[in-house]
């Protein structure tokens, strides 16, 4: 048991301190790379806290436009009828109310293309269970249609209804109507303007707000460029924010283009 014995326990011991060492190396590492973790959990969560306070401060601010423009088109159908209980002296009525209708809006100066006739309508009210004790056995009734860009002239021969009625051509409601109506096509070249526009009104308001409140503002939050509407120039908006009734709105000549653009600010101290 001499020097063989000390050498064989020096050689195990030796092992010994050289497997604790392996043993060792991976928890540290795993310590290391557990601390780090926490570490950027920190960062991380702390990064997340001011994100959220910065979330929670923002203004939330409404630019509006609003343009007056002129419709570009008309459209005024004329609905007329004769009533009767002899098929064919109905009919013939109606026709003469056709020429009648024709020739004035050939004085009115509208030619074929901005006409259009619509087809003949004839109605048997002893086939529809109607007691014709009292009324007409027939229904006779026909709509002509005017179209045209030309708005002012529409608007001037539909002030002269009266005419009509005094050569004894009885307009009627019914069906398409006997009132103009006019239109605004020309919405999509006036939006990015107004977009452009109320976006700087928006900006503008939220800029007043941040000087009142102490703050600055920062980057959007988010927008809604908002609802085109078109309405009568004196009337309310028929669509969008803070939307009104507008019943009149297709018979007027005049138009009032609207849009609200609603956009949120970051507000910065």
Known sequence: MGPSWERFENEVIAVTNDDARMLVRPFALLGALLAFGMIMGGMLLGMKVRDFKRADRYVEVKGLVERTVKSDTATWPISFSETGNSLPDVFAASQKDKSAVLAFLAAQGFSG??????????????????????????????????????????????????????????????????????????????????ITEATKNARSSADRFAADSGSQVGSIRSANQGVFSISSANGGSSTGDDATADPNGDASIMKKVRVVATIDYYLQN
């Open 113 to 194: 293309a901005n006409i259009a006739v619509g087809s003949i309508s004839v109605t048997d009210n002893s086939t529809t269970g109607v007691d014709t004790t009292h009324i007409a056995k027939f229904v006779v009734q026909q709509t002509i249609t005017v179209q045209s860009n030309d708005v002012d002239k529409v608007a001037a021969a539909n002030a002269k209804t009266a005419d009509l009625i005094g050569a004894g051509v009885v307009i009627s409601s019914a069906g398409t109507g006997s009132g103009a109506t006019y239109t605004f096509n020309g919405l999509n070249a006036l939006k990015p303007d107004m």
